[in-house]
């Protein structure tokens, strides 16, 4: 089943923004490794003190972690929309593309280093 425009931006805002968090993360861990250490600790800490609480105290606290965790998705999800908006962008559309090859079904690839894009048809072997 195809995917609609929609869910296509939904896929590919989420592959983004996990690629900035984990970049993100791998600067700090090397910047500031007692920062992960501390969230360690206190992520062990949380856990220990849950499991004193009762059962029904533990599922409300849960669900407000697990509800704050998808705001705080939302809220970065927005925030690259609207860093998107006001990105370069380059929409190239016209019936030569097709003489090159560059169909609607094909698939592309972009080399890119500055001042420089290179726009390559995918090819996958046959084996």
Known sequence: MAKSQEEILETVVTELIEKGLSEMRDIYKSNRPDLFQEVGELSGEVSRILSLVSEENRTTIQRYLDQKDCLTSKEFEHLYLQGAKEVPQIRIQDNWLEKLG??????????????????????????
């Open 102 to 127: 560059f169909t609607t079904e094909k698939k592309i690839m972009i080399e890119e280093s500055y001042g420089k894009l290179v726009l390559k048809l995918v090819t996958f072997i046959e084996e």
